[in-house]
């Protein structure tokens, strides 16, 4: 699991360091900008200089060593220092001094020549208004020229913590940030202005030796040694009963989505209950499942659900259920007569948020809750726009949290995950391929399965995001990214398991 921090967090980590543990400043800044050197020296090529854009602050600094850096090493470099030097940092100002007694010209703006590379050092994590005027001017220009575009800590303009573009943005290539992932690389927009993003060790103390937590974490592939452990001597029952309440007329599909990813994540047995008409293609499809069907028309489908709710150990419902009457009806079933934990996606989040009547029993259910609402049923969830939403991802997950006591999977390019415990997740999985109809069936169902398999709840919503995003990147190899469907995502999903058996890890 891969630390994620805020600018506030990080700033913490730099003072820890050097007011805690006596590492200087300068030193930790000396070794930002080596990081950056030793990551960019081979890349530049031919005789044109390097152009590095530096701010009065710190991240500037770190750019005005890196520029005395690459000039000792031969390769020419055009500094350009943005903003009133009379308020520049001290360290920034210590630089500067050591320019300048390399007789290292510094500008003022842009020469119009050709450059190797382009580097922003502008403004760096402590960014906190819009990049405007002349800023917004010499970035647009940075973005223009015919370059290898580099990024110190985070692209000027990216927000350190929501990922939102102020006003204007610095395009790059390649991100060299130091010590952590700040949410900005990793939530959108913001990371597709950081291209690919390299995090550096300068001499930054560890959490441990801090004794400092930080909110946010990112799942890497050890992390998939948390999933729910297979074990020789066991039987169907071992692994669970998902109950999967999904589909309706003309939405077969969600249903078979859902419940074959419930099977592929591990669970012993997979009811479904859903129409009739859906009868044939769920068992088509999923011959595994154990069906149990009713007449939307008829008398008898809440006895249904309820004996097949008193089976399951775990319930996940929504998927292509519709809205109508006996879906609201089917929803207030679950909620007053089931006891196991729930999964709730699509139509059973818009059925809540539309009924007093469900948020109500919701509140009063007894077993722990996970919602997968992409961003419109979050909005609806808020009573709010979906602008709002993207305004802060995950501060809209943990409102969702806080709201309907449940764990979130706030679905999006980069999906933000929030627990019951309060730890914040960003799942760095997936790819723009899955961007098609069914893909989060296939979540709900993954996330389903790995609960029956016994996962915490809490677990369950981080993992099976990222197994999900993981089958994602595993399917894409074969059919390319226009190409995926629901469909590949199950071959992913064995794909990705068979290498955790092969490596070991379970």
Not at 81 to 88: I, Q, T, V
Not at 242 to 249: P, T
């Amino acid at each position: 699991m891969k630390p994620i921090v805020s600018a506030e967090e990080m700033k913490k980590l730099d003072a820890n360091t050097i007011g805690f543990f006596h590492v200087p400043s300068l030193v930790l800044m000396e070794r930002a900008a080596y990081s950056v050197y030793e990551t960019v020296v081979d890349m530049i090529k031919g005789s044109d200089p390097v152009l590095i854009v530096c701010g009065t602050g710190n991240n500037g600094a770190d750019g005005l060593a890196l520029a005395r850096m690459l000039f000792l090493d031969g390769i020419p470099v055009n500094v350009v220092l943005l903003g009133d030097e009379a308020k520049c940092t001290e360290e920034n100002a210590r630089q500067l001094l050591i320019l300048r007694s390399y007789k290292i010209p510094i500008y003022t703006e842009i020469r119009a020549q050709s450059y190797s590379m382009v580097i922003d050092a502008i403004f760096g994590v402590g960014l906190k208004r819009n990049v405007e005027g002349i800023y917004s001017e010499v970035v647009e220009q940075m973005n223009l020229i015919d370059a290898t575009k580099v990024a110190v800590d985070i692209p000027s303009g990216v927000n350190t913590d929501t990922g939102n573009i102020m006003g204007n943005a610095f395009a790059a290539d390649i991100t060299v940030t130091f010590a952590c992932h700040k949410y900005g690389h990793l939530l959108y927009p913001g990371k597709g202005y950081c291209g690919k993003v390299i995090v550096k060790d300068i001499g930054i103390t560890k959490l441990s030796a801090l004794e400092m937590t930080v909110r946010g974490m990112a799942p890497e592939p050890s992390d998939l040694s948390k999933l729910p452990l297979r074990i020789s001597q066991s039987n169907k029952a071992t692994y669970g009963r998902v109950l999967s309440i999904c589909g309706s007329k003309d939405m077969a599909g969600a249903g078979v989505f859902c419940s074959k990813s419930a099977y592929l994540a591990g669970a012993g047995i997979v009811d479904v209950f859903t129409p009739e008409v859906n009868r044939n293609i769920i068992q088509t499809a999923v011959p595994e499942a154990v069906l149990t069907s009713y007449d939307p028309a008829g008398d008898e489908y809440i006895t249904k659900l309820e004996t097949a709710l008193s089976k399951c150990t775990v319930c996940v419902a929504g998927c292509g259920l519709s809205t109508s009457d006996v879906a609201h009806d089917i929803m207030m079933c679950v909620l007053s007569k089931g006891n196991v934990p729930l999964v709730l996606d699509a139509d059973a989040l818009n059925l809540i948020a539309a009924s007093s009547q469900l948020r109500d029993l919701l509140n009063a259910y007894p077993e722990d809750k996970i919602f997968t609402p992409h961003l419109k049923e979050a909005s609806r969830l808020l009573e709010c726009e979906v602008a709002d939403i993207k305004t802060d991802l995950r501060e809209a997950a943990a409102d969702i949290s806080e709201k309907y006591e449940c764990n979130v999977v706030l679905k999006d390019a980069a999906s933000v995950i929030y627990t019951l415990r309060g730890k914040l997740y960003v799942n760095t999985s997936g790819n723009d391929g899955m961007s098609k109809g069914g893909s989060g069936d296939v979540l709900a169902g993954i996330v389903a399965g790995l609960v029956a398999c016994g996962a915490k709840c809490d677990t369950a919503a981080y993992m099976g995001a990222y197994l999900h995003g993981l089958a994602g990147d595993e399917a894409v190899k074969t059919t390319g990214n226009y190409s995926l469907m629901a469909t590949d995502l199950m071959e992913g999903i064995k794909a990705v398991l068979r290498k955790k058996d092969e490596n070991g890890a379970s």
